[in-house]
């Protein structure tokens, strides 16, 4: 008969979440852990997302968890051992709307507070610092120096070889078809490898967060939608900022090779699995950032392709422990914001799974149990 195998800590998904949680959770001495990711890692929405890094948020607690997710990333280097392409060059975000400019001023007081240093520009100052930006209809715009941006493939792979170095397990390929629950607490995982007993569960998942929480019985109020992006050819590097309108609906950057990843949302766009592309979604997207960024005009598209925002009911992570299902934890919802603060959320649920508590950042605000009250305080700043 041949042996059970074994591990404390069992992560489902192999982008930036359940690479990050593996990393941290090695670092604090818990190197019983073994990631299943079904593809290769970062196959999933990691690999397929725009590279922004952001801490301009309407939610307070949100600013908190993105500051110290910047604090991870500016160490990341130092700490994991990789290049990630990690540049502050700051996010632009540009308000077209007079009520959206009016929250703007509300969300940078409060931004302040918690002690980022952001700016407030004028139309006529964005023009002078950025001539290459059309400012017709502009109302106002912010900006944070220390937001950026970074490869999403180069941050898995370096926390995914840290992990291997420190002694956790990877198993691409492999992907998980049950969870054994026994007497309300987790004890295994039946993957396409084989059968692995362990003592807890993290479902890190994205788009399938509530497909692979149903296999425990726990419904964690995700959906997913599919966004798109497109890459243009590279132009010399002249623009160093994350470009991002939240009413204007789109986002922008120039790789460290000097393409520019542009996307947007549909507001008609149903929920469900669709990795396809429209062209629809290229002609829409082209002809409006053309007219706020006409050195485009003649730059040519070369790539498209779709990923997969992991929805929550207000916009916010859900990350936590299930009461339900003793063992049981989650990190998922991220709306499309999971690169961003992965690092602070791997440190956070690393500590709250080896220690019962967290001791860098507080996450018990994104529990699944807020959406047990009558008021939930929605995140405005998603595209």
């Known amino acids: 008969m041949s042996k059970v195998r074994k591990y404390d800590v069992c992560i489902i998904g192999g982008g930036i979440t359940g690479t990050a949680l593996g990393y941290f959770l090695c670092k604090l001495g818990k190197t019983s852990i073994a990631i299943f990711e079904k ?54 975000v540009l308000s077209y709307s007079e009520e959206e400019a009016e929250q703007f001023e509300k969300n940078v007081k409060m931004q302040r507070e918690e002690g980022l240093d952001v700016e407030i520009l004028s139309p006529k100052q964005v023009s002078e610092r950025y001539p290459y930006i059309n400012t017709k209809g502009l109302v106002m715009a912010t900006f944070c120096q220390t937001d950026g941006h970074a490869n999403p493939h180069k941050a898995v792979i370096g926390y995914a070889q840290a992990i291997r170095r420190m002694g956790g397990h990877i198993y691409t390929h492999t992907e998980v078809k049950s969870i054994e629950v026994t ?54 590097n002249f623009f160093p900022m994350m470009a991002i309108s939240f009413s204007g609906n789109f986002y922008m950057r120039q790789t460290q090779h000097g393409q ?33 960024f006409p050195f485009l005009k003649n730059v040519r598209i070369i790539r498209h392709w779709s990923g997969m925002y992991n929805m929550s009911p207000d916009a916010q992570p859900i990350i936590g422990g299930s009461d339900l299902v003793k063992g049981y934890y989650y990190a998922v919802g991220y709306s499309g914001h999971g690169f961003m603060v992965a690092p602070a959320v791997g440190e956070a649920l690393a500590e709250l799974i080896v220690f019962g508590k967290t001791l860098h950042t507080d996450i018990s605000y994104l529990d699944i149990k807020r959406f047990e009250g009558t008021v939930v305080e929605k995140e405005k700043n998603v595209v």
């Not at 801490?55 to 990789?82: C, H, I, P, Y």
């Not at 084989?194 to 149903?214: H, L, M, Q």
């Open 39 to 92: 593809s290769y890692l970062s196959s999933g929405s990691t690999g397929r997302c725009a590279g922004g890094i952001r801490q301009q948020w309407s939610t307070r607690s949100n600013v908190r968890l993105a500051m110290r997710s910047v604090k991870l990333f500016e160490r990341f280097k130092e700490d994991v051992g990789m290049d990630i392409e990690y540049k502050q060059g700051g996010y632009l």
């Open 183 to 236: 007497n309300g607490k987790v004890t295994g995982v039946d993957t396409t490898a084989g059968y692995f007993a362990c003592d807890i569960v993290v479902n890190a998942s994205g788009p399938w967060s509530n497909e692979v929480s149903k296999l425990v019985g726990v419904d964690l109020l995700t959906e997913s939608y599919r966004h798109q992006i497109l890459v243009t050819e590279p132009l010399e």
């Open 260 to 292: 520019f990843i542009l996307g947007q949302g549909d507001k008609d766009e149903k929920p469900g699995l669709n990795f396809n592309v429209t062209y629809k979604f290229e002609k829409e997207l082209a002809s409006k950032m053309v007219n706020i």
